[in-house]
């Protein structure tokens, strides 16, 4: 069971930055893609950006293209998400899940995740 806690969300101006991170508690997670998602309440959840276990590939939805950035560390098994010019309408619960595949899948997977954590809230003010 691969445990995912994420961190770093806090309230910014518009404009700002933040950087994200899920930590897992597993080695396993070395080999899994991996995901951020984000979500308000009374909107369905929504993909933001993913990342194939090795870190070749990656999946950035149209509204953060160029604004936000995923990256891993596997030896310190955490994926980062770098936020740049902020917007308020970048205001949510941000989650990261994860999929576990095989080594030669570079699939930058954000369907069919096997774990979550419990997300981080991210407040962009006007």
């Known amino acids: 069971q691969v445990q995912l806690v994420e961190s770093g969300g806090g309230l910014v101006q518009a404009g700002g930055s933040l950087r994200l991170s899920c930590v897992a508690s597993?080695?396993?997670?070395?080999?899994?893609?991996v995901a951020w998602f984000r979500q308000n309440p009374g909107n369905e959840r929504e993909v933001v950006a993913s990342i194939s276990w090795s870190g070749e590939s990656t999946y950035y939805a149209d509204s953060v293209k160029g604004r936000f950035t995923i990256s891993r560390d596997g030896i310190n098994n955490t994926v980062y998400l770098q936020m740049n010019s902020l917007k308020p309408d970048d205001t949510a619960v941000y989650s990261c899940a994860a999929r576990p595949v095989s080594p030669f899948d570079q699939i930058p997977y954000y369907r069919g995740m096997n774990y979550w954590g419990q997300g981080t809230l991210v407040t962009v003010s006007s």
């Open positions: 597993e080695r396993a997670f070395r080999s899994s893609a």
